[in-house]
């Protein structure tokens, strides 16, 4: 089932960013107040009580006048609402409650989402600051004091948190659903092939670039099995992009690769791949999800018997460290070959689920390292002890050797080949982890 998302929410400065980073743990570190502009740190899974959740962490909200300051509030609460389970409206002790936070407030009341109202900068420990009560004008309940920076009262904030998770069988009736987001620059044909696959006009189509602004989600059932489609606003350059609203469109583009299983990334077939079709093509997979490249527009090419292996071979090219994702040529207006993204997508989330035996993964990298002896350095050379897979989405293999610093990555590389090649794993991208004998698992 999805993961429980957690938005933290409210004015710049109160700590978002550090409640965020305590969350997250070590490995991110926010520093951002502006949305959208530090896309790839924006969201990180965290855990409570054994249950796995995604922290979002969402810009300030601060209207620059009077004049903006409903639209400004409506977007910012939208893009911290939008797939939010629980809210974390986070305020700040030192300055007891502003106007801001009144508005966020109402505003977040108006949403119907559970909100847990987070005091941060109670920096001392022991008896809660009597200036805390005055957070109880906001109508948001009991407000939970914390130090961000230290620690203090965050379990007893999660507890709350996590009181309002949904229940871990409450997507049984969703049970071999897959959630598929369709990604890609704007203008590639991401809402056309949705409304293709629909059979309606569910969704605006415009030679506008940036007419999708929202995650439009869109279930199907059919002989193939059960989908969900999320159409998902275009991501471009963070140069080019300049509204507030297109901002938070990049940011729901992104938590829709987090919460989809196979990521269909549309390519334009009359532009070809374009280094921001690298970048959209990185996001997911470097988040490790079941990936198909779509080229779309294929009824504008004109065509002979070498032009879909040259346009082929080109994707490729464009796209060399994903070389695992199968390629299929449509026309989401005409429908050309749409039928066929069905079973790819099935294939891949199989393959992105896939758990290959112990005893079975150690024999071929038996064979593999017999047939390519594994590298030396000054006299010393590497010994693989074994090789475990650790989990999946995506298949993640652990191997123990001798010396880690001798696993070059040519022969990781190698080594994942060799694998591909005996059990498929098509479709998905597959992460090594290097342990040496004594490192603590």
Same mark, same amino acid.
């Given at each position: 089932?999805?993961?429980?998302?957690?938005?933290?929410?409210?004015?710049?400065?109160?700590?978002?960013?550090?409640?965020?980073?305590?969350?997250?743990?070590?490995?991110?570190?926010?520093?951002?107040?502006?949305?959208?502009?530090?896309?790839?740190?924006?969201?990180?899974?965290?855990?409570?009580?054994?249950?796995?959740?995604?922290?979002?962490?969402?810009?300030?909200?601060?209207?620059?006048?009077?004049?903006?300051?409903?639209?400004?509030?409506?977007?910012?609460?939208?893009?911290?609402?939008?797939?939010?389970?629980?809210?974390?409206?986070?305020?700040?002790?030192?300055?007891?409650?502003?106007?801001?936070?009144?508005?966020?407030?109402?505003?977040?009341?108006?949403?119907?989402?559970?909100?847990?109202?987070?005091?941060?900068?109670?920096?001392?420990?022991?008896?809660?600051?009597?200036?805390?009560?005055?957070?109880? =004008?906001?109508? &948001? @309940? +009991?407000?939970?004091? !914390?130090?961000?920076?230290?620690?203090?009262? $965050?379990? %007893?904030?999660? #507890?709350?948190?996590?009181?309002?998770?949904?229940?871990?069988?409450?997507?049984?009736?969703?049970?071999?659903?897959?959630?598929?987001?369709?990604?890609?620059?704007?203008?590639?044909?991401?809402?056309?092939?949705? =409304?293709?696959? &629909? @059979? +309606?006009?569910?969704? !605006?189509?415009?030679?506008?670039?940036?007419? $999708?602004? %929202?995650?439009? #989600?869109?279930?199907?059932?059919?002989?193939?099995?059960?989908?969900?489609?999320?159409?998902?606003?275009?991501?471009?350059?963070?140069?080019?992009?300049?509204?507030?609203?297109?901002?938070?469109?990049?940011?729901?583009?992104?938590?829709?690769? +987090?919460?989809?299983?196979?990521?269909?990334?549309?390519?334009?077939?009359?532009?070809?791949?374009?280094?921001?079709?690298?970048?959209?093509?990185?996001?997911?997979?470097?988040?490790?999800?079941?990936?198909?490249?779509?080229?779309?527009?294929?009824?504008?090419?004109?065509?002979?018997?070498?032009?879909?292996?040259?346009?082929?071979?080109?994707?490729?090219?464009?796209?060399?460290?994903?070389?695992?994702?199968?390629?299929?040529?449509?026309?989401?207006?005409?429908?050309?070959?749409?039928?066929?993204?069905?079973?790819?997508?099935?294939?891949?989330?199989?393959?992105?689920?896939?758990?290959?035996?112990?005893?079975?993964?150690?024999?071929?990298?038996?064979?593999?390292?017999?047939?390519?002896?594994?590298?030396?350095?000054?006299?010393?050379?590497?010994?693989?002890?074994?090789?475990?897979?650790?989990?999946?989405?995506?298949?993640?293999?652990?191997?123990?050797?001798?010396?880690?610093?001798?696993?070059?990555?040519?022969?990781?590389?190698?080594?994942?080949?060799?694998?591909?090649?005996?059990?498929?794993?098509?479709?998905?991208?597959?992460?090594?982890?290097?342990?040496?004998?004594?490192?603590?698992?």
């Amino acid at each position: 089932m999805p993961k429980p998302v957690v938005a933290i929410v409210g004015r710049p400065n109160v700590g978002k960013s550090q409640l965020f980073n305590r969350l997250a743990g070590k490995r991110l570190s926010i520093v951002e107040d502006t949305p959208g502009v530090t896309r790839d740190r924006l969201y990180a899974d965290s855990d409570w009580r054994g249950r796995v959740f995604s922290v979002i962490d969402t810009g300030g909200i601060e209207p620059r006048n009077d004049n903006e300051i409903l639209k400004f509030m409506r977007y910012q609460a939208e893009a911290a609402i939008h797939h939010a389970d629980v809210i974390i409206f986070i305020t700040d002790l030192k300055t007891g409650v502003t106007a801001s936070d009144e508005e966020v407030a109402s505003m977040l009341q108006r949403s119907g989402k559970p909100i847990v109202l987070a005091v941060n900068k109670c920096d001392k420990p022991g008896a809660p600051d009597p200036n805390i009560f005055e957070f109880y =004008n906001l109508g &948001l @309940g +009991e407000p939970f004091g !914390i130090s961000a920076l230290h620690g203090y009262g $965050t379990g %007893d904030l999660l #507890d709350e948190v996590y009181g309002y998770f949904p229940p871990e069988d409450a997507d049984e009736a969703d049970e071999g659903r897959i959630r598929v987001a369709l990604i890609g620059k704007p203008n590639v044909g991401k809402s056309s092939l949705l =409304n293709q696959l &629909l @059979g +309606e006009e569910r969704v !605006i189509v415009s030679d506008v670039a940036g007419t $999708t602004r %929202d995650s439009v #989600d869109a279930d199907i059932e059919n002989r193939y099995g059960k989908f969900t489609f999320i159409d998902t606003a275009g991501i471009r350059k963070k140069s080019k992009v300049e509204e507030r609203i297109e901002k938070f469109s990049v940011m729901r583009s992104l938590m829709a690769v +987090e919460r989809a299983d196979v990521c269909v990334i549309m390519i334009d077939a009359q532009q070809g791949v374009t280094e921001q079709d690298t970048k959209v093509a990185g996001e997911a997979h470097n988040a490790g999800k079941a990936c198909v490249i779509v080229v779309n527009k294929w009824d504008l090419i004109e065509k002979d018997g070498k032009t879909m292996k040259e346009h082929t071979l080109r994707v490729r090219e464009g796209l060399a460290y994903m070389p695992y994702a199968p390629v299929l040529f449509i026309s989401a207006l005409t429908g050309q070959r749409t039928d066929k993204l069905y079973d790819l997508i099935a294939l891949a989330y199989e393959q992105n689920h896939k758990r290959i035996p112990t005893g079975q993964l150690n024999s071929v990298l038996s064979e593999a390292t017999a047939r390519v002896q594994p590298p030396t350095d000054k006299g010393r050379r590497l010994k693989i002890y074994y090789a475990t897979q650790a989990s999946t989405a995506p298949p993640t293999f652990v191997f123990f050797c001798n010396d880690a610093r001798l696993f070059h990555f040519s022969y990781q590389r190698y080594l994942e080949n060799q694998i591909r090649e005996v059990f498929g794993l098509s479709g998905t991208p597959v992460r090594i982890v290097v342990r040496q004998r004594g490192e603590k698992e």
